[in-house]
T-cell receptor
Framework: SQQGEEDPQALSIQEGENATMNCSYKTSINNLQWYRQNSGRGLVHLILIRSNEREKHSGRLRVTLDTSKKSSSLLITASRAADTASYFCATDPTSGTYKYIFGTGTRLKVLA | EAQVTQNPRYLITVTGKKLTVTCSQNMNHEYMSWYRQDPGLGLRQIYYSMNVEVTDKGDVPEGYKVSRKEKRNFPLILESPSPNQTSLYFC????????????????FGPGTRLTVT
């Protein structure tokens, strides 16, 4: 089945640094969403970017979308230890169904 | 408080013993979905429902059943569980607009960790 891929799979940074993670997908999409998951818990929605948008900001989060390259990036600025989590992208393909396709995630560790 | 609840949170069972995992949301969402999460595979969609009595298969529906008789509830049924269904299961809901391509954020439940021996 089609699935998004996040890159890198794991990332370890110092508190205060920026963290960038990327998501690639395979089909045309209506929108792309980013979610955060703290160890084994439910996912929490972070931000949604529609296919006709190129960039979106929310607090310390900045998301970009390049539909020509079928890719998105999530930037977390001035990271904190509390940002330690796994981050997933999810796409909503334009296939006429209402499926969501999640990536495999990036595990972020922010060291205090 | 707006939330998605799942029960049970943890379940250990044996092969072939039918089980149901319940999911309920209090946000009047039309769209509900079940996912399973396995190491290295991310989340994979099992089934989803656009509204009452409207369900469809996700990417990994084999071995699962669902029903949507009420808007707030979307139970996941494993008629004859097998060890390869050992996983972490999540229920999610969202408002899904009527306009094509207009999607909203999903709200996730806390997860059900299922072990089938």
């Amino acid at each position: 089945s089609q699935q998004g891929e996040e890159d890198p799979q794991a990332l370890s940074i110092q508190e205060g640094e920026n963290a960038t993670m990327n998501c690639s997908y395979k089909t045309s999409i209506n929108n792309l969403q980013w979610y955060r998951q703290n160890s084994g818990r439910g996912l929490v929605h972070l931000i949604l970017i529609r296919s006709n948008e190129r960039e979106k900001h929310s607090g310390r989060l900045r998301v970009t979308l390049d539909t020509s390259k079928k890719s998105s990036s999530l930037l977390i600025t001035a990271s904190r230890a509390a940002d330690t989590a796994s981050y997933f992208c999810a796409t909503d393909p334009t296939s006429g169904t209402y499926k969501y396709i999640f990536g495999t995630g990036t595990r972020l560790k922010v060291l205090a | 408080e707006a939330q998605v609840t799942q029960n049970p949170r943890y379940l250990i069972t044996v092969t072939g013993k039918k089980l149901t995992v319940t999911c309920s949301q209090n946000m009047n969402h039309e769209y509900m979905s079940w996912y399973r999460q396995d190491p290295g595979l991310g989340l994979r969609q099992i089934y989803y429902s656009m509204n009452v009595e409207v369900t469809d298969k996700g990417d990994v529906p084999e071995g699962y059943k669902v029903s949507r008789k009420e808007k707030r509830n979307f139970p996941l049924i494993l008629e004859s569980p097998s060890p390869n269904q050992t996983s972490l299961y999540f229920c999610a809901s969202s408002f899904k607009g009527g306009l094509a391509g207009y999607s909203y954020e999903q709200y996730f439940g806390p997860g059900t960790r299922l072990t089938v021996t």
